[in-house]
């Protein structure tokens, strides 16, 4: 069985090597974005950056290797200094949205390929440093929402998800922990130039009924919550007690924790792939052939799901002021008069015998009218 192998990167790599007083400098300049930096700064770090991938080459032994870095160092202990042994394994490499990050990763990847692991992917964390903590909480919670989209997929390809959490700074490396018990398989991790790689299998996580009932309660705030980052307080009716876990108010703005999306992204199938749920939003409605049509051409849990999907996309598209225009919803319009009243048209699915939802607007409200397979 191939792994996919999520790594957290810091900046180990580019620091460990440096002298004195470039490493200071690198220190000072950590938390900077690649728009921040001046020429002159931006050009230091990418002089430092070209020194370890000199040294990087140059190094002939494990012993050597294994001192640059904690992920350097963890990744040789996972293939036991047989990195041939990874040729058909898929990585996946999280950085800080910080230009040492970024280039960081870089680095990373460029030795992993020259080693033979060619299937490597490199994600930039949006909002993911740590010089504002407003900001670091919105980049975890994008990060939570991003693993539940990916990972899932690739477990259902037969590969083994494994998290090595060696690299990043601690904050990261204890959500990432968290978020492994939901999506990992195992989590490995090893200390600095320790000889022991530390692995953790998967513990099973089940959200016990009180979870599960708090969010089937509140699933309309859930779904508005889980398609827009933050919210209006007046957008959601009422924020009822006992959802602190999962929900943070600040300045008349509400938004889920990176918990509270671990949660819904883990229990969200389940709701979406039961029934047709009512519309979240007052500004969509559903015609009775409409919810006929579900109940007789939905039959299968995954037809369920992606409709429901796609009717969250449609209030997000109406949130953008019908700007937004989604891929996977593909708005557009209906050619002919062949499904009066609906003068629109989205998707619904599009394995097997392609299905699209049909619709038309009356007085700010948008009626969904069919579900039948496309026109074209």
């Known amino acids: 069985m191939p792994n996919y192998i999520v790594s957290t990167c810091g900046t180990s790599l580019l620091t460990n090597s440096a002298a004195n007083e470039s ?12 728009k921040d930096l001046s020429p002159e700064d931006k050009q230091f770090i990418e002089n430092e950056a070209e020194k370890v991938r000199e040294q990087l080459q140059r190094c002939v032994n494990f012993s050597d290797l294994q001192k640059k870095s904690a992920e350097i160092n963890t990744l040789l202990k996972l293939y036991g200094n047989q ?43 949006e909002n993911l440093n740590t010089a504002n903590a407003a900001s670091f909480q919105r980049g975890i919670v994008k990060l939570a929402k ?21 690299g990043g700074f601690k904050t990261l490396a204890g959500f990432m922990q968290t978020a492994g018990m939901f999506f990992a398989d195992e989590v490995v991790y090893i200390f600095e130039t320790s000889d022991t790689l530390l692995r953790i299998p998967r513990i099973p996580i089940q959200l016990d009924t009180v979870v599960d009932k708090i969010i089937e309660k509140n699933l309309d705030t859930f779904r508005k919550l889980g398609r827009n980052e933050v919210l209006e307080s007046g957008r959601i009716s ?24 671990l949660c819904w992204e883990q229990v969200k199938t389940k709701f979406y792939s039961q029934k047709l749920l009512s519309s979240s939003d007052e500004r969509i409605q559903y015609s009775k052939r409409f919810e006929n049509d579900f109940a007789k051409e939905c039959i299968t849990l995954n037809h369920r799901k992606q409709v429901n999907e ?20 593909d708005f557009k319009e209906v050619k002919g008069n062949k499904m009066a009243p609906a003068t629109k048209e989205i998707d619904a699915w599009t394995d097997g015998q392609a299905h699209r939802i049909f619709l038309h607007e009356e007085n700010g409200v948008w009626i969904f009218d069919y579900l039948a397979p496309g026109l074209h």
């Not at 898929?90 to 033979?116: F, K, M, N, P, V």
């Not at 796609?310 to 919803?329: Q, T, V, Y």
Request: glycine content about 6%; hydrophobic content about 40%; overall charge negative.
């Open 23 to 34: 490493r200071k400098k690198l220190n000072e300049l950590a938390n900077e974005l690649a």
């Open 83 to 125: 990195l041939n042994a990874g040729q058909n394994d898929r990585h996946l490499l999280l950085h800080t949205d910080t230009y040492e990050g970024q280039i960081t990763a870089e680095i990373l990847r460029d030795w992993l390929q020259s080693q033979g692991i060619s299937q490597i992917e490199i994600h930039r964390c």
């Open 310 to 329: 796609r009717i969250d996309d449609f209030a997000e598209f109406i949130d953008s002021g019908m700007k937004r225009n989604l891929a996977r919803l």
């Open 146 to 166: 991003y693993l539940a989209e990916t990972l899932p997929g690739w477990r259902e390809s037969s590969y083994k998800i494994i998290f090595q959490l060696s």
């Open 238 to 261: 009422t924020l009822p007690d006992g959802l602190d876990w999962f929900v943070e108010q600040s300045d008349n703005l509400v938004s889920l924790t990176a918990w509270g999306e």
